[in-house]
């Protein structure tokens, strides 16, 4: 695979909490422009694994680079800025701030005056054209003045897309964006993942089977913190290592 495909590169990636290894040298390539998904049975290590990527934990060995430079050791702030966004932390909304409002805030954190609630009404209503377009990019017109607080589920989750696109990231970490979701809300926010992946490169951990097989150009698979197979799901899901880890577990 040549280097410029590479935009996240992990080498070695290795985490022990006292004595316990949850994730064990972990070689991951992510391509440019590709919906790569991390899956794997209930304590394989994938959520580790994506708090190591954007440094909300510091690996114990291995290194992380994001577009030919080493990021292992900054702050999940400083990768936020070079262009790695990770969704779905739940921090990232407001819930009595209307959606409207939640974007814009995100906007402005862009723009590295993160939450200065009194920049002038001026400043403020620039960036509100902007905001609503994001707002409609996520199907949310028609919710743009409600309180996040009072979305449905499956809403909150496209707000919570919606927030992290404003950071205008070139690649977004999605931390399981199918959990607690209807099937109709699943189908919603699937063809928004597809869309938000048109120009931007996507990380996925997910347990939902059928939205990895629909979506991802390349899925690896953890087991025990460690990589069991790597490649497209027709090939990994008849893996035989990869049918034993799954059986038991309760995912099909």
Not at 100 to 113: D, S
Not at 125 to 152: C, I, Y
Request: proline residues 4%; glycine residues 8%.
């Amino acid at each position: 695979m040549a280097e410029e495909e590479v935009i996240l590169k992990a080498e070695g990636l290795t985490k022990e909490f006292k004595g316990f290894v949850a994730v064990k040298n972990v070689n991951l390539h992510v391509r440019r422009g590709t919906i790569h998904a991390l899956i794997g049975p209930n304590g394989a290590g994938k959520t580790t694994c994506f708090n190591l990527l954007t440094h909300f934990l510091t690996p114990t060995a291995g290194q992380i680079h994001f577009k030919g430079r080493n990021i292992t050791g900054s702050s999940p702030a400083a990768i936020a800025r070079m262009g790695l966004a990770r969704s779905f932390q739940i921090s990232a909304v407001f819930p009595h701030l209307s959606v409207r409002e939640n974007v814009r805030v995100a906007l402005q954190r862009k723009l590295g005056n993160s939450f200065f609630f009194w920049r002038s009404e001026r400043v403020l209503n620039q960036l509100d054209g902007r905001a609503m377009e994001l707002v409609t990019a996520v199907g949310l017109e028609a919710f743009a003045e409600q309180q996040a607080v009072d979305l449905p589920y499956g809403r909150k989750r496209a707000l919570e897309i919606a927030t992290t696109l404003a950071l205008d990231p070139e690649m977004m970490l999605l931390d399981e964006p199918m959990a607690g979701l209807g099937q109709e809300d699943i189908k919603r926010i699937a063809a928004l993942i597809r869309t938000v992946a048109r120009d931007r490169t996507v990380l996925m951990v997910e347990h939902n089977m059928s939205v990895v097989a629909d979506l991802s150009d390349t899925i690896t698979v953890l087991a025990r913190g460690e990589v069991l197979a790597e490649g497209p799901y027709a090939t990994v899901s008849k893996d035989p290592a990869v049918v034993e880890a799954y059986v038991g577990t309760g995912h099909g």
